[in-house]
């Protein structure tokens, strides 16, 4: 569950699991939809940026830019040589308290933006983010998912 997105290259981790199943075996991934989760990330930089904390590296954008769409997620299981792929999006919205965004940013791999920084500079960003988000009106958190499955061939 949400795991695919965190091998070290998609496509190899992806194509192993599948060749792990006997012929005719399901295999099924999910992953967020690509405008799940925003526009949390998007504030935790700003957070960052006004406490001095710096810049997110290139290339860090999320994972679901690749499979985040019923489309590429599709596209994906068949490149794994996976038949009868189909894709299922099921939508749902969190209640966003401010404990609760921060226990997503720490929970997700967003939270690796805050690796390297002092106790004292993730406290700054935290306090920054949780005014950021009330100054900006998000009160909810898109966790709609993705739901991809698929059959070996036999």
């Known amino acids: 569950m949400f795991g695919v997105f965190f091998f070290p290259d998609m496509e190899i981790g992806g194509t192993h699991l599948v060749s792990l199943l006997r012929p005719g075996g399901r295999f099924a991934a999910t992953t967020r939809e690509r405008s799940a989760v925003k526009p949390v990330p998007e504030i935790l930089v700003d957070a960052m940026r006004l406490e001095g904390a710096g810049e997110p590296p290139e290339g860090s954008g999320p994972p679901t830019d690749r499979i985040g769409t019923p489309?590429?997620?599709?596209?994906?299981?068949?490149?794994?040589?996976?038949?009868?792929?189909?894709?299922?999006?099921?939508?749902?919205?969190?209640?966003?308290?401010?404990?609760?965004a921060w226990a997503i940013v720490m929970g997700a791999a967003m939270r690796?933006?805050?690796?390297?920084?002092?106790?004292a500079?993730?406290?700054?960003?935290?306090?920054?983010?949780?005014?950021?988000?009330?100054?900006?009106?998000?009160?909810?958190?898109?966790?709609?998912t993705l739901i991809g499955t698929g059959r070996a061939p036999k």
Request: no cysteine; net charge negative; proline share 5%.
């Open 71 to 100: 489309e590429t997620l599709a596209r994906w299981l068949a490149d794994r040589g996976l038949a009868d792929v189909e894709v299922t999006e099921v939508p749902h919205r969190v209640p966003l308290a401010p404990g609760t």
């Open 112 to 119: 690796a933006l805050l690796m390297g920084l002092d106790d």
């Open 121 to 144: 500079t993730v406290e700054r960003v935290r306090a920054r983010f949780t005014t950021l988000l009330a100054e900006r009106g998000v009160d909810t958190f898109n966790a709609t």
